[in-house]
């Protein structure tokens, strides 16, 4: 009795065009198989700066909302979008040797998962507020206290404490570690590219979520007047573990749940008006991909909005 070789290398080519029949199997094209080839340069930085994810988380947000960083949100969606780089990270276990017990073997067996640092390199802003978010960020990690307290959160930064006494605490993680993601997605998302209000595919995205993740190292950032470039900053950020989320095309985020309408969930979602364009586009933007045309103002917080934000005159 024969048996089938799993091992097998053929087929040993493909055709151009046209797929190929391989005892039954379809063998793609080279056409079908390397025309949709994934691109680096379409991916999307979420850091959720609008919404907190918790009582302790909610310290955090207020703190860079008093800096002057986050209290505006048409300049809060733009954060995530000045990413000018991202590395993901690569997936690492620690492995162990097992010898001796076996004559002549030594085995090696996984015993922990190891998560390396991720970068993402931003582009500054003229007002430099991309720069102070992580300053800030790492000011209210590690405060730095003089005789009178802690340093306090204000728009004009660390003024009044360049006395030499004055020393460093650092506060509890859980008042600044965050959920980050970076999503995966292709250039294609739009049903129609030339018409401003195309709805977008239901294409696969790709989602790390980065879990417990707080800053540790702003890189140098060189100076020269050598000719002028665009001004970027990398930021090497720590976390406890990541987790991969292939998904259609929903916004992703740890914040934001799907609302849903029991009684109407069919209804098409109409166009959303506050008088504000940066909230309108946001709420536009996601209902149109959600089964449901109700938003109310926890909505508007948990899509990125600072807490207080006004909804305005409401849907119609």
Not at 143 to 158: E, M, V
Request: charged share 20%; with cysteine; glycine share 6%.
């Amino acid at each position: 009795m024969s048996r089938a070789n799993t091992y097998r290398v053929d087929p040993l080519y493909v055709k151009m065009t046209t797929p190929r029949d391989i005892g039954g199997s379809t063998l793609p094209s080279v056409q079908q198989m390397f025309g949709n080839l994934s691109l680096t340069s379409q991916f999307k930085v979420s850091m959720f700066l609008g919404g907190a994810t918790g009582e302790q988380d909610n310290k955090l947000i207020k703190y860079l909302s008093d800096c002057g960083i986050t209290n505006d949100s048409s300049k809060t969606l733009t954060y995530d979008f000045m990413c000018a780089e991202a590395v993901l990270p690569g997936a690492t276990f620690d492995v162990g040797e097992e010898s001796g017990s076996r004559q002549g073997i030594i085995e090696r067996f996984p015993n922990r998962r190891v998560y390396s640092d991720f970068n993402l390199t931003f582009y500054v802003d003229n007002e430099y507020n991309i720069i102070r978010l992580f300053e800030e960020w790492m000011n209210f990690i590690n405060p730095i206290n003089r005789r009178s307290g802690p340093q306090t959160a204000q728009d004009s930064g660390q003024v009044g404490f360049e006395d030499r006494f004055n020393h460093f605490r650092f506060r509890y993680p859980d008042q600044y570690k965050r959920i980050i993601s970076i999503t995966k997605f292709e250039r294609d998302f739009l049903v129609n590219p030339n018409n401003p209000n195309s709805p977008t595919k239901n294409q696969n995205l790709l989602t790390y979520q980065f879990i417990d993740a707080f800053p540790t190292n702003i890189t140098a950032l060189p100076l020269s007047y050598e000719g002028s470039t665009i001004t970027k900053t990398t930021i090497n950020f720590s976390y406890t573990r990541y987790t991969t989320i292939k998904h259609a095309g929903v916004e992703m985020s740890p914040n934001t749940p799907r609302p849903k309408d029991p009684a109407n969930p069919d209804k098409p979602t109409p166009p959303y008006k506050s008088g504000n364009p940066a909230i309108d586009n946001a709420i536009n933007s996601y209902s149109n991909k959600q089964p449901s045309p109700y938003f109310d103002q926890n909505s508007v917080n948990k899509l990125g909005f600072p807490a207080g934000t006004s909804l305005g005159i409401g849907n119609g």
